[in-house]
């Protein structure tokens, strides 16, 4: 054992089926309940009972619909579509929680930054300094398509857009209102000192926010900054703005080649290579013997669909497989990227003999890229150790197979992954130092540009 | 007293003070506590147990800077600034009430129907059908130009865009998918029927939105729509769309102008002129005794803000009145626009004496624009009877003087103004049928367009 506890972070989405595929049929699985509050509360009160650092919200705002040229294997399936809107369940899920940590996805594409950052303040606010944010560049092709986007922008494009809209976001959380900007003072009749309340004046290539932020500081003032891009320029932003990284590969030593990287990147940024957690995806079947959770999973797998994975995978890479049988040999797929994937996918597995698109939809069918981890408490435990070993990853960001068993399992099964919360926000819990950004954050210098 | 009863409506606002200006110097005030989850909580309990219709939660993105062209006389007095965002409270609130309705302001300005729509129907299930918008065609001057706008749209345009939103909205809600779209065949592998799910395809003037609704269809589908305009194009626009409306004047017979005007033009429309349910603003001090209500009256009227009054009215009629001392006449002040509102107020007072500057922030101190309605529970009873009988409106949006306590007092001290809540959604309990919109309103056209 290393002397890092293994933190676990809980992967969800506001639909049906996330990271499952077909599984909503297993007579166990709640995930038709996403569009109910207490399936929330329930799963929230859950998690912080297994002392997981935070329940992480994913979202697209668009559906599947490369596979077959259409939405309807996307619908059949229940593939990430319904879906609901992630924000609106937090607060709730805050109020019957005291340490969980939560992180949000939204994308800076499609919303102006001056009414996010207030939203985002509120919820800080609301959470009582436990918000993390994931920061999307983009959604899907058929959300922009819905939005009147005739194109997305170009992908290093659109992270030059999301430096400026932090930028303006950190400009207005962090500079605008000083932390005694508030006085409440009933006797001179002042609520609010107006001299430290300051304009951001931001006059930048594709914003203009002239004004004060509308929010007075909440306690971490920039949220926990979510990072989940894997190209080159999405580590590069990651390294300059991320303090938690979720990333994913089918291998540990896949994963470490990730992480090195990132780490790397962090130095060069001015940071601390440990600035940010780094959590790696997973999916975790596990029952007191080990032939029982083989068991578990055998059921799991015999209830998933290959149309429902192969329509993610589809969509995911952009390339459509319906035009291919089950069992055509993948090497016929033409696609470098599906071909790329499935080469970690077979590396994963050890498996010398050749694949066909079959194999891709088993394996996409629990847990998307990365590894589904079977066994024992100690077997999982050991496994996960190898991982934050070989990878240097924090911890995991667990999938689930079924919503909420699998999380129900691992936190009755969990071995002692630690034992206690630590004190304060969720960038206290997480990083070890805050409430705020610490001064060597590209965030943290918005301050000073603010009141100069 | 008539046979309807009197419907009661909570006007609040994520912020510190909403229209009381200076009373968080009260210190029986808690408006302080907005960014506090509890505060929210125990407000719509308290609501639900007098038996109010619904929270109605005002909304500004920006701040009153008219008044001295700054934000520091309403940043020192708390007017309205700072303000959080209002959505994020609800789902919270609906989990600790069963019956108590949700009116959320959102503008059609800043955000695309697209997520909107995603985002309201998201709100309806969480809330199990409680919700309804506020739709709003603007914020303030300062909120458009932090949106790098650089002059918002003319007023008629804006409802001119309005329209087409809303019909955007009505097609992902009403059309997109069939009631019986998600059949959850675990069987069959079927959770969508993808032939009940239906493009919206629209092409318009303004928004193109060619793809499916994200959600599946939550009780009410289209919230209750909400509408406070009071101008002739907004009124037309609420005769179309809207199913409670939210008006004010200082005099019944003012308000009763308005209503019949809206209840006439309800019937161009091809609707029933009580398709929509009417709430006037009044705020309500009420105690045991007149002499109680009354002494407590004149202890709020002490802690009034001049400054903060003049800021808000400055902010709201686009007229500066810094330049002006308390002790002017009011016949000096240079603006038709606050020359008409005073006469409304003056008329309301019977007051045949010269008003001053002064008169104008003792007048919008408490209350914005409606009546204050001072009294033993008898006599505020008789004074809002008389106003329905008047005005024929269904109710009153009831500001506070301070909060809590305004509407503690009106809880504790409320006549029977009714007894239990109509059974079902929003819609139902304020219009006595749904949950669906009716075939007459214009939303409900959209499914046939849809699907046609």
Redesign the interface.
């Known amino acids: 054992m290393s002397e890092r506890p293994i933190r676990l972070n809980a992967f969800d989405m ?1 639909c ?2 996330h990271q499952s595929m ?1 599984l ?2 297993h ?1 166990a699985d709640q995930g ?1 309940r996403y ?4 399936y929330w ?1 329930e799963l929230a009160r859950l998690l912080e009972r297994g002392l997981f650092d935070g329940l992480f919200i994913a979202d697209v ?3 599947y619909d490369v596979y077959g040229s ?3 294997a996307a ?4 593939v990430q ?5 992630p ?6 899920m ?2 019957a929680t005291e340490h969980l940590g939560f992180g949000v996805t939204a994308s800076i594409s ?3 930054p ?2 996010f950052a ?2 985002m ?3 800080d ?2 959470t009582n300094g436990r918000i993390g944010w994931n920061v999307v560049t983009s959604y899907l092709e ?2 922009a ?4 986007m005739v194109a997305q922008l170009t992908h290093d494009n659109r992270y030059d857009v999301a430096d400026e809209y932090l930028d303006v976001c950190y400009k207005l959380w962090e500079g605008s209102w000083e932390d005694d900007a ?1 006085v ?1 003072d ?1 006797e001179r ?6 001299a430290k ?1 300051h304009p951001i004046r931001h006059a930048g290539e594709h ?6 932020h ?3 500081p ?1 306690p971490q003032r920039t949220p926990v900054i979510y990072q989940a891009g894997s190209s080159p320029r999405g580590r590069r932003f990651a390294s300059e703005h991320a303090e938690a990284i979720f990333t994913g590969g089918p291998t540990a030593s896949h994963v470490a080649g990730i992480v090195a990287d990132i780490r790397a990147r962090m130095r060069e940024a001015g940071r601390e290579p440990h600035d940010a957690r780094v959590y790696t995806i997973a999916t975790v079947i596990v029952d007191e013997t080990e032939a029982k959770a083989r068991a578990k999973h055998d059921e799991l797998r015999r209830l998933t ?1 290959d149309e429902a994975a192969l329509a993610t995978v589809s969509g995911f890479m952009g390339f459509d497989l319906s035009a291919y049988d089950l069992d055509d040999p993948v090497e016929d797929v033409e696609s470098n990227a599906i071909q790329g994937v499935v080469a970690g996918f077979r590396a994963a597995e050890n498996d010398g003999r050749p694949w066909t698109v079959r194999d891709i939809a088993r394996w996409a069918g629990i847990g998307g890229m990365g590894p589904v981890i079977v066994g024992s408490p100690s077997q999982v435990a050991d496994e996960l150790q190898r991982w934050v070993d070989e990878a240097d990853v924090d911890g995991f960001n667990l999938a689930y197979a079924i919503t909420p068993g699998t999380f129900e399992d691992i936190v009755e099964r969990r071995g002692v992954h630690r034992t206690r919360y630590e004190p304060g926000t969720l960038r206290e819990k997480l990083l070890g130092e805050g409430p705020r950004l610490p001064e060597r954050h590209r965030g943290a210098r918005m301050r000073a540009l603010v009141r100069q």
Do not use: M, Q, Y
Request: net charge positive; hydrophobic share 45%; with cysteine.
């Open positions: 506001a049906v089926g077909g909503w049929r007579p038709w569009k109910d509050l207490r509360l705002l668009g559906v259409s939405p309807d619908l059949r399936n229940a579509v319904p879906v609901n809107d924000i609106l369940t937090i607060p709730a805050a109020a499609f919303e102006h001056f009414p207030r939203r303040s509120t919820l606010h609301l058929s959300g398509r819905n939005l009147g508030v409440r009933a009749g002042v609520f609010t000192d107006p309340v914003f203009t926010v002239p004004g004060i509308l929010c007075e909440s669909s």
